[in-house]
């Protein structure tokens, strides 16, 4: 008898525990209305307050949607509301969802290291003093490599030798472009530059083709870009381009053509480099208008002047998707890389580079992957990566969470930095992750 009031208890216990399980784990699945309602008032804010003109918004998880939302117009004309199929320029989300996802790859099949060096991989670099530099050191930021250059303006001059630009607004210098006044005298350098095709020339806009013997200059002075200290963190637009190029010389294939296979396999359409190949540019969100180097606004073409230069594929920036697309690439990665019975990439990779292999040094950054120093808004193991165009994109693997958020909030100028100023992104994931 009493074995059998024994096992009764038990049992009584057992379920007690399993109850008590599911309430703690009901209490962590997602609200979708009350986030819904969040996000909703956030982006009513953000639009009459002018943040952004549109924006695109998927919540979710690793197995499914919880939230798919358009909002405001395509830009401030208000003709075109944001619709699923337009795309927008992602800039650095693209180290991520480019290079870093087509390197994951490489490493994955065993064809390229994170040990492996510069010079090795890119012949050009053998005999520079960037020649030792690893791809860990390029993908973490650590390679001592300056912020950026402006290779564009090597091929801007004036008459006079004036200026090209000025903090002044004046007769000569009319127009505004970020914070400066752009002098309106500029000359394009006709050896590089041709406003007109040319044959082995390459398109760098709708009404603009370069050079190619540019980039030898352009590989010349990142090679000598090494200006601060190896092993410090310095967020670097140079870093990628070398990673692009250490990937297309080590697969002999192009960055654009590796990446498709990637989207393919993951059965995405609305993602790619140079968007009026594979999509109208109706469908297209404009971005600057550009006073100082195209003279438009840009449209179907890349915003970010260096990979504009790289004919609009390069490893720091390039990148149109819509927001549908870039979540069936965090679901891949939240699932250890499988997609519908696919093994996308080697889970072992994915946990390497979303990892802070350098947080003891204080650098809280995963190879490509942004990371963030934990706070009130990001937590030791988000990872995911923005843009400057107004872009965002953010996974939790603890709680299998993502968030997209895609804007244009340079349109018509980068100086509105509103969102920035409100912590707008943040914000919002941080309510989702409550």
Not at 59 to 64: L, N, P, R, Y
Not at 341 to 361: D, N, R, T, Y
Request: hydrophobic residues 40%; positive net charge.
């Amino acid at each position: 008898m009493k074995n059998i009031i024994a096992n009764i208890v038990f049992a009584f216990l057992i379920l007690l525990g399993i109850s008590g399980y599911a309430q703690n784990k009901s209490k962590k699945s997602f609200d979708v209305k009350q986030n819904e309602v969040y996000i909703d008032s956030m982006m009513t804010n953000a639009l009459e307050k002018g943040f952004f003109p549109g924006a695109q918004v998927i919540v979710g998880s690793k197995d499914e949607v919880f939230i798919s939302k358009n909002y405001g117009f395509e830009d401030y004309s208000k003709k075109q509301p944001v619709k699923n199929d337009d795309v927008y320029d992602l800039a650095s989300m693209s180290k991520v969802l480019g290079a870093t996802l087509v390197t994951m790859r490489l490493v994955g099949e065993n064809q390229m290291k994170i040990t492996d060096k510069l010079g090795d991989a890119v012949p050009f670099f053998k005999n520079t003093p960037i020649a030792d530099l690893t791809l860990f050191e390029l993908l973490t930021h650590t390679s001592g490599l300056k912020a950026s250059i402006t290779f564009y303006q090597d091929m801007l001059s004036t008459p006079d030798g004036s200026p090209l630009l000025s903090n002044q607004k004046s007769a000569d210098y009319p127009e505004l472009f970020d914070t400066m006044y752009v002098n309106k005298n500029i000359v394009y350098d006709a050896n590089y530059l041709s406003f007109t095709p040319k044959e082995n020339w390459i398109q760098i806009y709708k009404n603009m083709w370069l050079n190619p013997e540019f980039y030898k200059t352009v590989y010349n002075q990142i090679a000598h870009a090494n200006v601060n200290q190896r092993g410090k963190y310095v967020y670097s637009d140079l870093n990628l381009l070398l990673v692009k190029e250490m990937i297309e010389t080590k697969t002999g294939k192009k960055l654009d053509e590796l990446t498709r296979e990637i989207y393919t396999e993951l059965s995405i359409s609305k993602i790619g480099y140079n968007p009026l190949k594979w999509t109208s540019i109706e469908n297209v969100t404009p971005t600057e208008l550009d006073n100082f180097f195209r003279k438009d606004t840009i449209r179907g073409y890349v915003h970010d002047e260096a990979a504009a230069i790289f004919g609009g594929v390069s490893g720091n920036a390039g990148l149109f998707a819509n927001a549908q697309s870039i979540s069936v690439i965090c679901q891949m990665l939240l699932n250890d890389g499988k997609f519908q019975g696919k093994q996308i990439l080697k889970a072992k990779v994915i946990k390497e580079f979303i990892q802070s292999p350098l947080a003891k040094e204080g650098i809280y950054r995963g190879l490509g992957f942004d990371k963030r120093k934990p706070d009130e808004f990001f937590k030791a193991n988000d990872f995911g990566h923005t843009g400057f165009t107004g872009t965002f994109f953010f996974m939790n693997p603890d709680n299998n969470r993502f968030t997209v958020i895609l804007t244009n909030r340079v349109n018509p100028t980068r100086t509105n930095r509103l969102m920035y100023k409100d912590d707008f992104m943040a914000k919002i994931w941080r309510e989702i992750n409550k």
